[in-house]
């Protein structure tokens, strides 16, 4: 997907629709479903590079959408730093290891993420934990995040378990996947990994994703979410699956 044909626009409209509807209709996902269909027919390291924009265009909306921000950046600010650290060193991976390998990893943390979501209870974190358990949830994200591409694991479950009000959680979420995105964006120009075609793609994935957003904030109003999201996560098992078992070229 080096030039802009027509085959590459409607691929990457698509994914970027259905990708955003998700995320309008559970606040999250964006990133899970466009890297998981990209990373599909295409090397890892180029749906990364693709994610950025929109992923922090959506993840900003939604981590202004509110007045708690500043306070959730007090909190989580060892959070926050140790993802950049983790994501710098984990681009680097995902510059160097093998497209084949790097699909592998980026399937296994679909499927992690997939099942913890539908199988394993909320956990509770007493906040005398915080100090310490904050900064490794960081470093583990920032690592997969630059590995996959993916910002949710450990990421989201331990947000989860912090016993934040429901506003406060899509903050923290959007504060969280938008540090990913900047963190990510940084790791591939550090590593000469960014081109030009890739922002312009990237740019051009806004517009569906906004699209999706608005469609799935309608979608939301007419159908269960819990629904939705029990077949969105099967659904990711599976794309996990294809690539974690995708044969050597």
Not at 92 to 117: C, F, H, M, Q, T
Request: charged share 10%.
């Amino acid at each position: 997907m080096n030039t802009l044909t027509i085959e590459s626009i409607c691929l990457l409209s698509a994914t970027f629709v259905g990708a955003g509807m998700v995320k309008g209709v559970t606040g999250m996902g964006l990133p899970t479903v466009a890297m998981g269909v990209l990373g599909a027919i295409m090397s890892p390291l180029t749906a990364a590079a693709i994610l950025i924009i929109p992923s922090f265009v959506t993840n900003v909306w939604q981590m202004l959408a509110g007045r708690g921000t500043l306070r959730l950046m007090r909190r989580l600010w060892a959070m926050m730093l140790c993802i950049v650290i983790g994501t710098l060193i984990g681009t680097r991976l995902l510059v160097i290891v093998d497209p084949v390998w790097a699909g592998r990893a980026l399937g296994l943390a679909l499927i992690a993420y997939a099942a913890y979501a539908l199988f394993l209870p909320t956990l509770s974190v007493p906040e005398r934990l915080e100090s310490w358990l904050s900064p490794v949830i960081g470093i583990v994200t920032g690592v997969l995040t630059g590995v996959t591409g993916i910002f949710t694991i450990p990421a989201v479950p331990y947000v989860q378990s912090l016993g934040l009000q429901k506003d406060e959680l899509v903050q923290a979420l959007g504060l969280s996947f938008t540090v990913s995105t900047v963190a990510l964006a940084g790791g591939l120009l550090a590593q000469d990994a960014f081109r030009l075609d890739q922002l312009g793609l990237s740019l051009l994935a806004v517009i569906p994703a906004l699209a999706g957003m608005w469609l799935g904030a309608i979608v939301r109003q007419k159908i269960s979410p819990k629904a939705f999201r029990r077949g969105f996560l099967m659904f990711l098992i599976i794309l996990g699956l294809e690539l974690a078992l995708r044969p050597f070229p």
